[in-house]
């Protein structure tokens, strides 16, 4: 029996629901919705996820992907928060993904109300140090004034400046960039300062610069005064050690040696003109009298 024309045959009939099968099997959709002859469909290669299958294109829902601005468009991953995570960690993610949210936001183009550099009044300004430090300045002048602009770690304004780690720690005080520890992955994280807030808290707690170097001095003195004490303290007890470990061998020796004292004096009545000296030990020396 011939087949009406138009009609499609069982055999192709079958073939498309083995399509449809295979299609909801790549995709992982409940439903796939097929337009025109599944031998396009089989043209195009591979499918992705959270798209859908039409005629002529693939259909992206772009508000689940992200331009990496690298001339690919990857799918964003959701990243779960690991309940593991240290405060360090957790505290350097955090800050990170605030200046990732600053870079992507539109620069305001206005030079009447865009902020500009306090140095070359460029609007072209470095987002890290505007969100980190509200410090306005453009990339070329923290280059360039690198006595102004340049980052001191923790060590260095503690030794440098004289500061305390309550100072250091007080982020409303003297505001931080946090960095991974570059010697250990688990270790806390870097805390970097900048220079022109450290001196200027340097001169109001000190006074002046002046005055901070007099203070450096001053402990410098200090601590080099410290050291001599605790090397002459060192010194003092070795040579204790040393004459109690001699007084004790020479006490031993003198307690084994016996010293006669002739104490005792008297002459023999058997034997006059003799005069006999007796130690407690019982020596006995005669002597003869002329």
């Known amino acids: 029996m011939e087949q009406t024309e138009g009609a499609p045959s069982t055999s192709t009939v079958e073939e498309q ?62 990243q779960e928060t690991d309940l593991r ?43 890290r140090y505007l969100d980190v430090f509200g410090c306005k300045v453009c990339h070329v002048c923290r280059e360039k004034y690198p006595d102004k602009y340049s980052l001191l770690t923790k060590t260095e304004c503690k030794q440098d400046y004289l500061l305390t780690d309550p100072e250091l720690r007080d982020a409303e005080v003297l505001p931080h960039l946090l960095k991974a520890n570059p010697h250990q992955q688990g270790w806390s994280n870097m805390m970097l300062y900048l220079r022109l807030q450290v001196e200027e808290f340097a001169k109001n707690k000190w006074g002046s610069l002046e005055e901070l170097d007099q203070e450096f001095g001053r402990r410098e003195v200090q601590k080099q005064e410290q050291k001599e004490k605790k090397f002459e303290k060192q010194l003092l007890e070795l040579r204790k050690k040393t004459k109690t470990s001699n007084y004790s061998r020479m006490s031993i020796r003198e307690r084994k040696k016996h010293k006669h004292s002739y104490d005792e004096v008297f002459e023999r009545p058997d034997q006059p003109g003799i005069i006999v000296q007796r130690c407690e030990c019982g020596l006995e020396i005669e002597q003869l009298e002329i």
């Open 17 to 78: 629901r083995q399509e449809i099968e295979r299609l909801k099997q790549l995709t992982g959709a409940e439903e796939v919705k097929v337009e025109g002859s599944l031998a396009n469909k089989r043209k195009r290669g591979q499918f992705y996820d959270q798209s859908e299958i039409t005629k002529d294109y693939i259909e992206y829902d772009f508000s689940k992907i992200e331009d990496t601005k690298g001339g690919y468009l990857v799918e964003e991953k959701k």
């Open 85 to 127: 995570e240290k405060p360090a960690e957790r505290e350097l993610r955090e800050q990170q993904e605030r200046q990732k949210a600053l870079r992507k936001a539109p620069l305001n183009l206005d030079p009447e109300t865009a902020p500009k550099c306090d140095e070359c009044a460029s609007i072209e300004l470095d987002s």
